[in-house]
């Protein structure tokens, strides 16, 4: 079915636009146009039926869902749930203090901080129509493993005692009381009129916030389809010497893109032969280690907290990129 | 005089909202004045966790989105 976006190009780029079909320009202009248009036309389809299933689900049913489980069951649905659930970043602040005063552990809400960012229905939507499914699978994988690991040691270092005076004394009261307290929020009742505006508003909202990252991110793609010549990067960075990973999560850092932007890029990175886990290193550095992100947290904690979560982070892709590196062979098998 | 309060965290939607707040009041000839509050510890306190929120006179009355002209209008009326 999406061989018809390849079609298109071949029409467009070769028929309409005379380019010759070995020519850097033409390689480059054919990925950027078939990339596009099937990236935007799965993405107008993909979230509009997306959001009309998720249209019920609010962060005040999440959070109490998560509440009634125990710690164990909590860092993965934190995870979890910061996969599905509609969220910005301009609400983590938010989040953050509504979760931690209703006394979850601070573990928990990171875990769905961390892998907000990470996997997300455009993200997913993405990387398969890119990458294929498998691949797609051990990237929702391992952006759970990211924060649900992240978020066990926060809790094992008792990261709550470095949070703001007034973050900290509401999860200490929330702690006090039982959590049968807590009043249960209804299931909105939500007619198919009330779903199909809900999906038709969410879809104007997301692609009004990505389509220039989706064009800058082919873009970039594109530009090193066409013009980085194949194999350029095990010629020149050594086929995956452990060092490369570590280099690859300081290059992401000061970058700071959403998966929007990132996927498109990673996918001519893979091609032109960086190894896989270090182009994951790279694209998770980029998107889930950001400095705004930080900036807010700063608010409701200290800073010893902020540099012990960023350390966290950052030798967790490490690892993420050393065990993929190790393990691509019998994962991707013929397959990238 | 309505005291309307906007919560968040200092986005762009929490702008606009207070933005259209203040056009549709300005219009309907509704005494009020507009706030943004971005201090965590006030949203915390009105148990908000999906912003833009807005609260009137220090009850909450929508949250997580830029709320469309009739819902203003309704929440000013109210």
Same mark, same amino acid.
């Given at each position: 079915m999406l061989e018809v976006f390849t079609w298109l190009a071949d029409w467009l780029v070769y028929g309409l636009g005379g380019l010759e079909p070995d020519s850097k320009l033409a390689s480059s202009l054919h990925f950027f146009v078939e990339d596009t248009t099937k990236i935007f036309a799965l993405l107008v389809v993909m979230i509009y039926i997306i959001a009309l299933l998720r249209a019920s689900l609010n962060l005040e049913r999440v959070r109490h869902y998560i509440q009634q489980k125990n710690r164990f069951a909590g860092y993965g649905l934190g995870a979890g749930f910061g996969a599905i659930t509609p969220f910005c970043s301009c609400s983590s602040i938010p989040l953050f203090l509504g979760f931690t005063s209703a006394g979850i552990p601070l573990g928990i809400t990171m875990a769905f901080l961390f892998t907000s960012p990470i996997i997300n229905e455009v993200a997913v939507i993405m990387l398969w129509s890119l990458l294929g499914w498998e691949f797609t699978l051990v990237y929702i994988a391992i952006g759970m493993i990211v924060g649900i690991g992240g978020g066990m040691i926060l809790d094992t270092l008792r990261g709550e005692r470095w949070l703001k005076d007034f973050a900290a004394k509401a999860y200490s009261q929330a702690a006090e009381r039982p959590a049968t307290d807590q009043p249960v929020p209804e299931k909105p009742s939500l007619s198919l009129k009330d779903r199909h505006e809900f999906a038709r508003d969410e879809l104007k909202e997301i692609v009004g916030r990505i389509w220039q990252w989706v064009i800058i991110g082919v873009g970039l793609g594109a530009a090193l389809h066409g013009f980085v010549p194949d194999g350029w990067f095990a010629e020149n960075? %050594?086929? %995956?010497? #452990? #060092?490369n990973v570590p280099v690859a999560v300081f290059a992401g850092l000061p970058l700071y893109s959403n998966a929007t932007g990132v996927i498109p890029v990673m996918e001519s990175l893979i091609l032109k032969g960086l190894p896989v886990g270090t182009t994951l290193a790279f694209c998770m550095s980029t998107v889930a280690a950001s400095v705004p992100e930080f900036i807010m947290l700063k608010q409701v904690m200290q800073w010893r907290l902020l540099a012990i979560i960023f350390v966290i982070l950052l030798v967790n892709f490490m690892i993420v990129g050393w065990v993929i590196n190790l393990l691509s062979p019998w994962l991707f098998n013929g397959m990238l | 005089m309505k005291k309307i309060e906007v919560l &968040? +965290? &200092?986005?762009k939607k929490c702008t606009t909202t207070a933005e259209h707040i203040g056009a549709v009041a300005k219009e309907l000839g509704i005494e009020a004045s507009v706030e943004k509050v971005t201090d965590p510890g006030v949203i915390m306190s009105y148990q908000?966790?999906? +912003?833009p929120a807005v609260a009137i006179d220090g009850k909450l009355a929508h949250s997580g989105s830029v709320p469309d002209r009739r819902k203003i209008e309704t929440m000013l009326q109210d």
């Open positions: 960075l %050594g086929s %995956g010497q #452990w #060092w | &968040g +965290t &200092g986005c908000v966790m999906s +912003t």
